[in-house]
Protein backbone atom coordinates (compact mmCIF):
# COMPACT_ATOMS: atom_id res chain seq x y z
CA UNK A 1 0.00 0.00 0.00
CA UNK A 2 2.93 2.42 1.15
CA UNK A 3 4.20 1.89 -2.46
CA UNK A 4 1.55 2.00 -4.43
CA UNK A 5 0.85 5.69 -2.35
CA UNK A 6 4.65 6.87 -3.42
CA UNK A 7 4.05 5.25 -6.49
CA UNK A 8 1.10 7.69 -7.28
CA UNK A 9 2.87 10.69 -5.89
CA UNK A 10 5.22 10.58 -8.18
CA UNK A 11 3.27 9.85 -11.02
CA UNK A 12 1.56 13.09 -10.09
CA UNK A 13 4.53 15.59 -9.06
CA UNK A 14 6.48 14.25 -12.19
CA UNK A 15 5.37 16.68 -14.85
CA UNK A 16 5.98 19.60 -12.34
CA UNK A 17 9.94 18.22 -12.51
CA UNK A 18 9.60 17.91 -16.28
CA UNK A 19 8.32 21.23 -16.81
CA UNK A 20 11.29 22.67 -15.20
CA UNK A 21 14.08 21.28 -17.18
CA UNK A 22 16.60 23.77 -18.18
CA UNK A 23 15.17 26.34 -15.75
CA UNK A 24 17.84 27.93 -13.33
CA UNK A 25 17.54 30.01 -10.74
CA UNK A 26 16.99 33.26 -11.22
CA UNK A 27 17.04 36.74 -8.87
CA UNK A 28 15.20 39.30 -8.82
CA UNK A 29 14.14 42.36 -6.79
CA UNK A 30 11.19 44.44 -6.73
CA UNK A 31 11.25 48.18 -6.57
CA UNK A 32 8.39 50.48 -5.36
CA UNK A 33 7.82 52.96 -3.03
CA UNK A 34 6.97 51.34 -0.09
CA UNK A 35 9.79 50.46 2.79
CA UNK A 36 8.50 46.78 3.46
CA UNK A 37 8.10 44.79 0.51
CA UNK A 38 7.46 41.57 1.87
CA UNK A 39 5.04 38.93 0.74
CA UNK A 40 4.73 39.62 -2.96
CA UNK A 41 3.74 36.21 -5.06
CA UNK A 42 6.29 35.67 -7.81
CA UNK A 43 4.43 33.08 -10.14
CA UNK A 44 5.95 31.06 -13.07
CA UNK A 45 3.07 31.16 -15.24
CA UNK A 46 4.89 28.05 -17.24
CA UNK A 47 5.75 25.88 -14.74
CA UNK A 48 3.31 27.27 -12.03
CA UNK A 49 6.46 27.29 -9.21
CA UNK A 50 6.10 30.63 -6.84
CA UNK A 51 8.00 32.20 -4.68
CA UNK A 52 7.55 35.32 -2.15
CA UNK A 53 9.85 38.43 -1.67
CA UNK A 54 11.20 39.13 1.57
CA UNK A 55 11.15 42.77 3.22
CA UNK A 56 13.43 44.23 1.09
CA UNK A 57 11.76 43.06 -2.47
CA UNK A 58 14.58 40.17 -3.15
CA UNK A 59 13.27 36.65 -4.68
CA UNK A 60 14.48 33.72 -6.32
CA UNK A 61 12.88 31.58 -8.62
CA UNK A 62 13.43 29.17 -11.22
CA UNK A 63 12.87 30.20 -14.78
CA UNK A 64 14.20 29.93 -18.46
CA UNK A 65 14.23 32.24 -21.21
CA UNK A 66 10.85 32.74 -22.03
CA UNK A 67 9.00 32.08 -19.33
CA UNK A 68 6.49 34.19 -18.03
CA UNK A 69 6.43 35.53 -14.13
CA UNK A 70 3.57 37.37 -12.85
CA UNK A 71 4.49 39.32 -10.10
CA UNK A 72 0.91 40.30 -7.72
CA UNK A 73 0.15 41.35 -4.36
CA UNK A 74 -3.29 42.97 -2.57
CA UNK A 75 -1.42 46.46 -2.64
CA UNK A 76 0.06 46.44 -5.73
CA UNK A 77 -0.93 46.73 -9.61
CA UNK A 78 -0.17 42.86 -11.06
CA UNK A 79 3.27 42.59 -13.38
CA UNK A 80 3.98 40.16 -15.69
CA UNK A 81 7.34 39.84 -16.53
CA UNK A 82 9.29 38.08 -19.47
CA UNK A 83 12.46 36.28 -18.64
CA UNK A 84 15.55 36.97 -20.95
CA UNK A 85 18.61 35.45 -21.68
CA UNK A 86 20.31 38.51 -19.31
CA UNK A 87 17.78 37.59 -16.86
CA UNK A 88 19.44 34.53 -16.20
CA UNK A 89 22.90 35.48 -15.49
CA UNK A 90 22.33 38.89 -13.01
CA UNK A 91 20.09 40.31 -11.10
CA UNK A 92 16.53 41.99 -12.87
CA UNK A 93 14.61 44.57 -11.36
CA UNK A 94 11.08 45.00 -11.49
CA UNK A 95 8.91 48.07 -10.92
CA UNK A 96 5.75 47.98 -9.36
CA UNK A 97 2.95 50.36 -8.31
CA UNK A 98 0.70 50.66 -5.64
CA UNK A 99 -2.79 50.61 -5.72
CA UNK A 100 -4.42 53.91 -4.55
CA UNK A 101 -7.97 53.39 -2.51
CA UNK A 102 -9.38 56.33 -1.23
CA UNK A 103 -12.62 56.51 0.47
CA UNK A 104 -14.06 60.29 0.76
CA UNK A 105 -17.05 58.80 3.13
CA UNK A 106 -17.93 55.46 4.82
CA UNK A 107 -21.33 54.69 6.18
CA UNK A 108 -21.88 51.47 7.94
CA UNK A 109 -25.19 50.34 8.24
CA UNK A 110 -25.76 46.80 10.62
CA UNK A 111 -26.82 44.31 8.50
CA UNK A 112 -30.35 42.49 8.77
CA UNK A 113 -29.07 39.50 6.63
CA UNK A 114 -26.80 37.17 7.34
CA UNK A 115 -25.90 32.95 6.51
CA UNK A 116 -26.72 32.52 10.37
CA UNK A 117 -29.83 34.50 9.99
CA UNK A 118 -31.04 32.73 7.16
CA UNK A 119 -30.40 29.17 8.60
CA UNK A 120 -27.35 28.44 5.97
CA UNK A 121 -24.85 27.96 8.76
CA UNK A 122 -25.37 27.19 12.40
CA UNK A 123 -24.88 30.52 14.94
CA UNK A 124 -21.59 30.62 16.16
CA UNK A 125 -19.30 28.59 13.84
CA UNK A 126 -16.21 29.94 12.66
CA UNK A 127 -15.74 31.86 9.82
CA UNK A 128 -13.07 31.92 7.61
CA UNK A 129 -11.15 34.48 5.70
CA UNK A 130 -10.15 33.38 1.83
CA UNK A 131 -6.77 32.97 3.12
CA UNK A 132 -7.86 30.78 5.99
CA UNK A 133 -10.18 28.58 3.91
CA UNK A 134 -7.56 28.01 1.26
CA UNK A 135 -4.46 27.41 3.25
CA UNK A 136 -7.36 24.63 5.47
CA UNK A 137 -8.31 22.91 2.29
CA UNK A 138 -5.26 22.42 0.87
CA UNK A 139 -3.42 21.03 4.50
CA UNK A 140 -6.42 19.46 6.19
CA UNK A 141 -6.78 15.99 5.12
CA UNK A 142 -10.09 15.71 7.20
CA UNK A 143 -10.84 18.80 4.34
CA UNK A 144 -10.15 16.56 1.21
CA UNK A 145 -11.49 12.75 2.69
CA UNK A 146 -10.96 11.15 -0.68
CA UNK A 147 -7.80 12.88 -2.59
CA UNK A 148 -4.21 13.29 -2.26
CA UNK A 149 -4.70 17.34 -2.37
CA UNK A 150 -2.89 17.62 1.03
CA UNK A 151 0.17 15.63 0.57
CA UNK A 152 0.76 16.72 -3.18
CA UNK A 153 0.18 20.52 -1.89
CA UNK A 154 3.14 19.58 0.76
CA UNK A 155 5.69 18.53 -1.79
CA UNK A 156 4.79 21.01 -4.08
CA UNK A 157 4.92 24.16 -1.45
CA UNK A 158 1.77 25.35 -2.20
CA UNK A 159 0.87 24.64 1.58
CA UNK A 160 3.64 26.68 2.33
CA UNK A 161 3.13 29.28 0.00
CA UNK A 162 -0.68 29.62 1.07
CA UNK A 163 0.92 30.03 5.10
CA UNK A 164 2.83 32.92 3.95
CA UNK A 165 -0.32 34.34 2.61
CA UNK A 166 -2.11 33.71 5.55
CA UNK A 167 0.30 35.48 7.33
CA UNK A 168 0.31 38.21 5.03
CA UNK A 169 -3.31 38.66 5.47
CA UNK A 170 -3.14 38.48 9.37
CA UNK A 171 -0.87 41.64 9.38
CA UNK A 172 -2.93 43.56 6.90
CA UNK A 173 -5.64 43.46 9.18
CA UNK A 174 -3.76 44.28 11.95
CA UNK A 175 -2.79 47.57 10.11
CA UNK A 176 -6.08 48.27 8.93
CA UNK A 177 -7.10 48.16 12.86
CA UNK A 178 -4.42 50.49 13.64
CA UNK A 179 -5.29 52.90 10.60
CA UNK A 180 -8.95 52.80 11.92
CA UNK A 181 -8.14 53.39 16.10
CA UNK A 182 -5.79 56.12 15.50
CA UNK A 183 -5.05 59.29 12.99
CA UNK A 184 -1.53 59.77 11.50
CA UNK A 185 -1.61 62.97 13.86
CA UNK A 186 -1.77 60.43 16.72
CA UNK A 187 1.93 59.28 15.70
CA UNK A 188 3.47 62.26 14.86
CA UNK A 189 2.55 64.59 17.68
CA UNK A 190 1.78 62.24 20.15
CA UNK A 191 4.58 59.14 19.46
CA UNK A 192 6.66 62.05 17.52
CA UNK A 193 7.38 59.50 14.98
CA UNK A 194 8.55 61.53 11.93
CA UNK A 195 5.98 61.95 9.18
CA UNK A 196 8.02 60.25 6.35
CA UNK A 197 7.88 57.30 8.56
CA UNK A 198 4.55 56.44 9.47
CA UNK A 199 3.64 54.36 7.75
CA UNK A 200 7.06 51.89 8.41
CA UNK A 201 6.52 52.24 12.02
CA UNK A 202 2.76 50.63 11.48
CA UNK A 203 4.61 47.74 9.91
CA UNK A 204 7.77 47.86 12.35
CA UNK A 205 4.43 47.77 14.44
CA UNK A 206 2.93 44.50 13.48
CA UNK A 207 5.77 42.74 12.74
CA UNK A 208 5.79 42.22 16.58
CA UNK A 209 4.18 39.22 18.41
CA UNK A 210 3.72 41.15 21.46
CA UNK A 211 1.98 43.83 20.40
CA UNK A 212 0.02 41.86 17.85
CA UNK A 213 -1.52 40.02 20.66
CA UNK A 214 -2.20 43.19 22.94
CA UNK A 215 -4.16 44.46 19.43
CA UNK A 216 -6.41 41.34 19.08
CA UNK A 217 -7.78 42.37 23.08
CA UNK A 218 -9.09 45.67 21.58
CA UNK A 219 -8.06 47.52 24.80
CA UNK A 220 -6.79 51.22 23.52
CA UNK A 221 -5.22 51.88 26.71
CA UNK A 222 -2.79 48.63 26.87
CA UNK A 223 -2.67 49.26 23.24
CA UNK A 224 -1.43 52.68 23.35
CA UNK A 225 0.65 51.46 26.33
CA UNK A 226 3.34 49.13 24.09
CA UNK A 227 3.28 50.98 21.14
CA UNK A 228 4.54 54.08 23.17
CA UNK A 229 7.50 51.49 23.69
CA UNK A 230 7.49 50.68 20.46
CA UNK A 231 7.61 54.02 18.99
CA UNK A 232 10.49 55.03 21.18
CA UNK A 233 12.54 51.98 19.86
CA UNK A 234 11.40 52.95 16.11
CA UNK A 235 12.86 56.26 16.87
CA UNK A 236 15.93 55.36 18.25
CA UNK A 237 16.25 52.79 14.99
CA UNK A 238 15.88 55.79 12.90
CA UNK A 239 18.26 58.23 14.74
CA UNK A 240 20.75 55.69 14.28
CA UNK A 241 20.57 55.54 10.55
CA UNK A 242 20.89 58.97 10.52
CA UNK A 243 24.07 58.99 12.22
CA UNK A 244 25.66 56.81 9.78
Known sequence: MIRLLYFIVFWCIAPL????KGAVACRGKVNADMTNLEGIYVINLNTENATI??????FTINAKVGDSLLLSSVQFKSVTKAITSEDLSSLFFVTMHPIMNELKEVVVKRPSVSAESLG?????????????????????????????????????GRTAMLK??????KKEGYLVQLENLFDKNHYVNTLHIPSDYVKGFLYFAVENPKFTRVLKTKNRTSIEFLMSELAAQYNEIIASKKVK
Open 17 to 20: FAQE
Open 53 to 58: TDSKGF
Open 164 to 169: KELEVE
Open 120 to 156: IIPYGQKKYTPAERKYATASSGRLNPLGLDPLLNYFS
